[in-house]
Nanobody, 124 residues
Framework: QLVESGGGLVQPGGSLRLSCARE????????VGWFRQAPGKEREGVSC????????LYAESVKGRLAISRDDARKTVYLQMNVLKPEDTALYFC???????????????????WGRGTQVTVSA
């Protein structure tokens, strides 16, 4: 039900904008998180946003470089990624959970629905 897009190959210092869309169904009552998994590493939470859009959370490794936003009219959540580094290379997933909470979590255990991922490769 979730579909990610926007990944690709980018040089260090470059930018990408990832999109997470929920096909055919509303997203406005769902908290959404972005996760990534690099080869040989565990999946880690990158960012999340509450269903209201009023609160967001970022992993320390991406603070100041990534920004999450949502457009509920378009049933889409975005992850703007700037000043990309080679260590950002991973398969990026979005996930959603029905939640009206004022906080969101970066734990993958908190999410119900998952997309299949979009590959981000940062390389010269």
């Amino acid at each position: 039900q979730l579909v990610e897009s926007g990944g690709g190959l980018v040089q260090p210092g470059g930018s990408l904008r990832l999109s997470c869309a929920r096909e055919g169904l509303p997203l406005d009552s769902y908290a959404v998180g972005w996760f990534r998994q690099a080869p040989g590493k565990e999946r880690e939470g990158v960012s999340c946003v509450t269903s209201s859009g009023e609160a967001a959370l970022y992993a320390e490794s991406v603070k100041g470089r990534l920004a999450i936003s949502r457009d509920d009219a378009r049933k889409t959540v975005y992850l703007q990624m700037n000043v990309l580094k080679p260590e950002d290379t991973a398969l990026y997933f979005c996930a959603a959970v029905y939640s009206r909470s004022s906080v969101c979590l970066l734990s993958d255990l908190a999410y119900t629905y998952w997309g299949r991922g979009t590959q981000v490769t940062v390389s010269a």
